[in-house]
């Protein structure tokens, strides 16, 4: 079963703009991942957040973490067409549940 | 460097003929080993995953079966395909939990570039 939700499913922005995604999940975890999958090619991790971080930063990168609200958000700033790609967050349970996957996020950047 | 090679990166195959996906990683020891497949426009279902040679875990029953016949190769398999196989196939590895090797052993995974596979 898909244990992180991200929501929206689909988003359209303008070069420069900020692009926001977010992930729910149920249990509780150790961490929490981002990755990025460009059409058709595998998935690349792009950061990671334990369970008792708050924020991370990473280049345009910014990930938030609400254990309390078991929730995630990835902030990519100044986006840019290159951006545009599908957004996984995954999840590694505490119980020892191998790293499950959202449905995704499909982000579309216009130049 | 690690490096991840999956192969072949398109298969097109009648229903009921058998199937071979081949994944091999350079430049580590002892991984974990992963097969995902991804339907079109979803998420990651997990296949398999192994924590060493001949050790096997399937996530869910299927059609396919998986095979690990040296520390850094992985097989996905099926003796007769279906329809509803297709889907794009996914390898990946990661560091052991508690490897020596000295790597931050988050879990993070490393994707290949996966195989189409379409079942006609």
């Known amino acids: 079963s898909q244990q992180g939700e991200e929501d929206p499913q689909a988003l359209s922005i303008q070069e420069g703009e900020n692009a926001t995604m977010n992930c729910s999940y149920k249990?509780?975890?150790?961490?929490l991942q981002w990755y990025r999958q460009n059409s058709g090619r595998g998935l690349v991790h792009l950061i990671l957040?334990?369970?008792?971080?708050r924020e991370k930063h990473s280049g345009r990168l910014r990930v938030t973490l609400d254990t309390s609200k078991k929730s995630s958000s990835l902030l990519i700033t100044a986006s840019r067409a290159a951006d545009t790609a599908s957004y996984f967050c995954?999840?590694?349970?505490?119980?020892?549940?191998?790293?499950?996957f959202g449905e995704g996020t499909q982000l579309t950047v216009n130049p | 460097s690690q490096t991840i090679h999956q192969w072949p990166a398109t298969l097109v195959q009648p229903v009921g003929s058998p199937l071979s996906l081949e994944c091999t990683v350079e430049?580590?020891?002892?991984?974990?080993l992963y097969w995902y497949r991804q339907a079109a426009g979803r998420g990651l279902q997990l296949l398999f995953y192994?924590?060493?040679?001949?050790?096997i875990s399937s996530e869910v029953p299927q059609n396919l079966s998986a095979s690990r016949p040296q520390d850094r190769q992985f097989i996905l398999s099926s003796k007769k395909l279906l329809l509803s196989d297709s889907g794009f196939y996914l390898c990946?590895?990661?560091?052991?939990?508690?490897?020596?090797?000295?790597?931050?052993?988050?879990?993070?995974?490393?994707f290949g570039e996966g195989s189409r596979l379409t079942v006609l």
């Open positions: 957040i334990r369970s008792n971080e």
């Open positions: 249990t509780s975890i150790n961490n």
């Open positions: 192994s924590v060493g040679i001949g050790q």
């Open positions: 995954a999840t590694d349970g505490t119980s020892g549940s191998r790293l499950t």
């Open positions: 990946a590895w990661s560091v052991p939990p508690f490897s020596a090797s000295g790597r931050d052993n988050t879990g993070e995974l490393f």
């Open positions: 430049g580590t020891s002892n991984p974990n």
